[in-house]
Structures are given as C-alpha cells and as structure tokens.
C-alpha cells in the first residue's frame, strides 16, 4: 500500500510588514473614500444653490451667510437686486 504525504506545516509565520501594510493600506482607503464622497457631495450642494454644510435652501436669499449654520457662501455671489434708476 502506497503512503500519500502531506505537507502540514508546524507553525505558520506571517510577515508582519505585510500585516503593518494591509492594517495601513485599509484605513486610508476607506479615509480617501470618504473625503471624496464628502467632497462630491457638497459640490453638488453647492451647485444647485443649497448650503454645502447643512444642505438648507440658500436659493433667492440675498445675504451671503447660510441662516441656518452661518457658513459664508462661497462660489457665484448671491442674488443682488440692481436699482437702475441711480
Ligand atoms: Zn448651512
């Protein structure tokens, strides 16, 4: 009768530079995942004339302050009546 062998090692070793590399590299990705939501987010916030903090409705408001959290808008200035008669 023919023995069949196999191979079972006596300990496994794990490289800890590969386990300090994949404990780094997961974290980051997953902070850069979510900074580039973040951003994309408040850039459509801002696009479509909302705040980009607190998401309220700056649309038609003529202060360039958010009401509802006091975030200075940035980007296109607000809406400014001109008096055409000066
Ligand atoms: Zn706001």
């Known amino acids: 009768m023919m023995a069949v062998e196999i191979f079972v090692p006596q300990s496994l070793t794990i490289n800890l ?4 590399f994949f404990a780094t590299l997961i974290p980051l ?3 850069l995942s979510i900074e580039a939501n973040t951003r994309r987010v408040r850039a459509r916030r801002r696009r ?4 980009e ?3 309220y409705d700056l649309r038609g408001l003529a202060s360039s302050r958010c009401p509802e ?3 200075e808008k940035v980007g296109r200035p ?3 009546a001109i008096d055409r008669q000066s």
């Not at 530079?17 to 300090?20: I, N, Q, R, S, T």
């Not at 479509?48 to 705040?51: A, E, K, V």
């Open 29 to 31: 990705l997953a902070k």
């Open 48 to 51: 479509n004339g909302f705040c």
């Open 17 to 20: 530079w590969v386990v300090l």
């Open 53 to 55: 903090r607190c998401s």
């Open 78 to 80: 607000a809406v400014v």
């Open 69 to 71: 959290c006091g975030l």
